[in-house]
């Protein structure tokens, strides 16, 4: 007997042993691998973003603006957006790690479908490809941390916990990201994803407080995750934990729990149906 | 033996031919294209004119923007680089996709058509996007009142023309590329990104420290936006400046295309 | 006959209204090499994916190594070797990292994976290409890394999905060889195929398909004989005149298929059957006798050609 069917058979009676190995990390080793051969530029520039909006919108903008009243207090317009760029930074990767990378390892290179073909299932794959994004973004999140910290733009020290918020958001989006990702076909399809994730961020209060709406604009805004995403950092950042925090963590945790359920039975489906 | 072709005709209508292929090919996207095209410019006028635009009203009025409302103000900028990123879009990939991704290029040379006439033709159809875009653009502007007709009516193809000459640019450069694992990650955050942020695009160019300009005067983003303001409102440009804006894009569109025409010879024939 | 290690019985596998495997029984015995020979659509590659334990059928049984897939999916894969009909190497990585990674899939420890690479590599004959990038390999070298990368867990069954199709001549060959040595160590293959000359040469024995439904099953040889004859005159009078002579060469031999470029006469003596005609002044613009293939035996049974 070989060792592989040794240790499929080690877990033949383990509760959902049929769509989880125990082996994302053999996923995210893959990705380490691919990023020590071929990803490393994508990721490496992918740290420019948030730093070029951030020297962009702070020095540019700021001039224009000055500062802007967030709740009791008056802000300067950098340290006003600092938080709201980390988060969308942390949004962004993940929905690019999520749909046009997914995409691809769906449809060209049939990636998943070689995964597949081995004991792991599809939860393994669904969960060591997230995992992965979140890697990136939790190191996105670092050396913004480190940039806008020297600037003067960090008030607070709980400050520190944007990082994990980031982590936290970017599963959000790219657990959601992958199952909308898998019911695509075409290129025309995801064509549309830039679009429809463009109002995601202009609309999320990253730049303006959305308090500048009339209500019902406002309203609608609040249904948006990347306004949760947003004020949760920012509530962090600035230290104003209250209940409006415990409220944007639950909306994540939901949409991590949807996420993941759709892009498991959406796997299933596509490769093992 | 008369099969109807004609190589003379071919010799002469030859970019024409790769325009009609490269304009069908872009319908397959019509409903992308269109919905991009309205959502954008409303979307950008919504959230940054608007939005921002309060922020900036309460705290400079108008003293930042040259005395018009931000919203005045970054309009032009707004269409400039839509028609930017329409034409990187149509110049990029069609080229990517004809050297290297489906080889299309060389189907097309085993005809009598030549290399430049293959990027004449590639321009001509990213042309045709741009100018679609910039004209749904513009009515968009035109509908929130933020331009009036008789005023702007020149930015049109002014944009166009602008947003030519970065497409002439980018199929010569996207030519010369054979390995583009990182092509275009690093052209869009090396590059577009930057150009999009540091060309006076939200704000003036020289609210922006001295060392960070350099970045917004070799954009052509900057010179076509800068233009843009000239004719939609009457942003005051000196005829030197005037005359630096389009000579800077002239000489991208000239350069473009020679770069454009000695690449893809030497590419189709290697 | 020992216990099969796979074993079909009514299988069924509708999409829709569409049945792509339509009650199927089939036996695959230990160290035998099993060919599922058909045209394109015929159901070889549904009954492939079910067999992976990546397809759920709809209806019948199956089980392989005495398991159900769909109750023990992850235990049979651990036990079989894919090769896709397209390749789906990890186009990101190296040849090697392609062969290290996908036995990190099966939970292989490291030190038991880079042993077995070296071997891989040399039975693959990719011994110098190791660290380039699975892009710039040639059709045959991927195919033979997707091959390579099936065998890293020493699988006891190897599926092969059209294995040559889209190579040139010699690296067929190349290849066909390297699964004749695997036949030679015993482990098991399933292939599927639409080339006749490759059923011919790997499969002891072959299940013909179309439509969903097995249509015979035999060794290549007893197929041929019973629904074939020993020779096969193949002759052409042109486009116009092949149906103009076709009644004559009917009342000749006991069957004769027309296709639309040529006549195919079914007899035990060719040359004999050319001499007649030639004596007949009927004089083709071109003849050949050959023996009988699996062409052949699929003509007889579906009435089509196998490559349309």
Not at chain 1, 51 to 79: P, R, S
Not at chain 1, 163 to 180: K, N, R
Not at chain 3, 63 to 82: K, N, S, W
Request: net charge neutral; glycine share 8%.
């Amino acid at each position: 007997m070989s060792n592989a069917v040794a240790i499929a058979d080690a877990r033949a009676n383990r509760t959902g042993h049929q769509i989880y190995a125990g082996r994302s990390r053999a996923i995210i080793e893959r990705s380490l691998i691919a990023l020590r051969s071929s990803t490393w530029v994508p990721i490496a520039t992918g740290f420019v973003e948030p730093v070029l909006y951030l020297l962009a919108f702070g020095y540019g903008m700021g001039e224009l603006i000055g500062n802007v009243t967030l709740g009791d207090k008056t802000i300067d317009y950098t340290v006003f957006i600092a938080p709201g760029l980390l988060a969308t930074s942390a949004m962004n990767g993940a929905i690019y790690d999520s749909t046009w990378n997914v995409f691809f390892k769906l449809n060209e290179s049939k990636l998943y479908q070689g995964m597949l073909a081995t004991p792991l299932g599809p939860l393994d794959v669904a969960l060591g490809e997230i995992i992965w994004a979140l890697f990136r973004g939790l190191s996105y999140a670092i050396a913004f941390l480190a940039i806008a910290a020297p600037l003067g733009l960090v008030p607070s020290f709980s400050a520190v916990l944007a990082i994990p918020a980031a982590v936290f958001i970017a599963f959000g989006f790219a657990s959601f990201g992958m199952a909308i990702t898998s019911y695509f076909k075409t290129y025309q399809q995801m064509g549309m994803i830039n679009i429809v994730v463009l109002p995601l961020f202009l609309f999320s209060g990253s730049l303006y407080p959305i308090s500048v709406y009339p209500d019902w604009l406002e309203f609608l805004i609040q249904l948006m995750p990347s306004w949760h995403g947003i004020e949760l950092v920012r509530n962090v950042w600035f230290g104003d934990l209250d209940s409006g925090t415990l409220l944007h963590i639950s909306y994540f945790v939901v949409m991590i729990i949807c996420g993941l359920y759709l892009t498991t039975r959406r796997l299933r489906d596509l490769f093992m149906r | 033996m008369n099969s109807g072709i004609s190589v003379t005709k071919i010799r002469s209508f030859g970019a024409i031919y790769v325009a009609e292929a490269r304009i069908s090919a872009m319908l397959k996207w019509k409903s992308v294209i269109a919905i991009v095209a309205i959502g954008n410019p409303l979307f950008y006028l919504i959230a940054i004119g608007i939005g921002v635009g309060v922020l900036v009203n309460e705290n400079s009025g108008t003293s930042g923007t040259g005395g018009v409302e931000y919203i005045t103000f970054i309009a032009p900028a707004l269409l400039a680089s839509a028609a930017i990123t329409a034409a990187l879009d149509e110049a990029m990939f069609p080229v990517m996709e004809g050297f290297k991704w489906r080889k299309l290029f060389y189907a097309m040379n085993s005809t009598p058509i030549t290399g430049p006439q293959i990027a004449l033709g590639v321009f001509i159809a990213a042309l045709a996007r741009v100018a679609f875009t910039v004209i749904c653009y513009w009515a968009v502007l035109i509908a929130f009142g933020v331009m009036s007709v008789e005023q702007s009516w020149d930015v049109i193809p002014v944009t166009i023309f602008a947003a030519g000459a970065f497409a002439a640019i980018i199929i010569g450069i996207t030519a010369k590329v054979k390995n583009d694992d990182y092509f275009m990650t690093v052209l869009n955050r090396l590059i577009i990104m930057p150009m999009f942020l540091f060309s006076g695009t939200f704000f003036p160019l020289d609210s922006m420290p001295i060392y960070l300009q350099p970045i917004g005067w070799i954009s052509p983003l900057w010179h076509s936006t800068e233009l843009g303001r000239y004719f939609s409102y009457g942003y005051p440009l000196s005829a030197t400046m005037l005359t630096v804006h389009f000579a800077f894009l002239l000489a991208l569109l000239i350069g473009g295309f020679a770069l454009a025409n000695k690449t893809f010879t030497i590419r189709l024939t290697k | 006959m020992s216990e099969p290690l796979i074993s079909a019985r009514g299988l069924t596998k509708r999409y829709g209204d569409f049945t792509a495997v339509d009650a199927i029984d089939f036996d695959v015995a230990k160290g035998e090499s099993f060919g599922l020979l058909g045209p394109n659509g015929a159901g070889k590659s549904t009954t492939m994916r079910i067999i992976a334990a990546t397809s759920q059928r709809t209806s019948g049984t199956i089980t392989i190594l005495g398991r159900d897939p769909e109750e023990h999916g992850p235990q049979i894969r651990a036990h079989l070797g894919v090769v896709p009909q397209q390749d789906n190497l990890d186009t990101e990585l190296t040849v090697t990292e392609n062969l290290f990674i996908y036995g990190r899939y099966f939970g292989l420890s490291k030190k038991f994976i880079r042993t077995k690479i070296e071997e891989l590599l040399e039975f693959a004959q990719l011994e110098e290409k190791r660290d380039v990038k699975v892009d710039a390999l040639s059709g045959g070298m991927k195919r033979r890394l997707t091959i390579a990368r099936a065998l890293v867990s020493e699988p006891d069954i190897l599926m092969l999905d059209e294995p040559t199709t889209g190579l040139d001549p010699q690296a067929r060959h190349i290849l066909w060889d390297r699964l004749f040595r695997l036949k030679e160590l015993g482990v098991t293959l399933v292939i599927t195929t639409h080339f006749m000359d490759e059923a011919e040469q790997l499969c002891d024995r072959l299940v013909v398909m179309d439509k969903g439904k097995i249509m015979a099953e035999g060794s290549p040889l007893e197929l041929i004989k019973a629904y074939s004859t020993k020779e096969v005159l193949e002759v052409r009078f042109g486009s116009d005149r092949n149906k103009e002579i076709a009644p004559t060469l009917r009342a000749m031999c006991s069957r004769i298929e027309e296709l639309p470029d040529r006549i195919l006469m079914y007899v035990e003596d060719g040359e004999a059957l050319l001499e007649e005609i030639l004596n007949k002044k009927l004089h083709p613009t071109t003849s050949l006798v050959r023996r009988s293939s699996l062409e052949d035996v699929f003509l007889r049974l579906t009435g089509r050609t196998l490559i349309e």
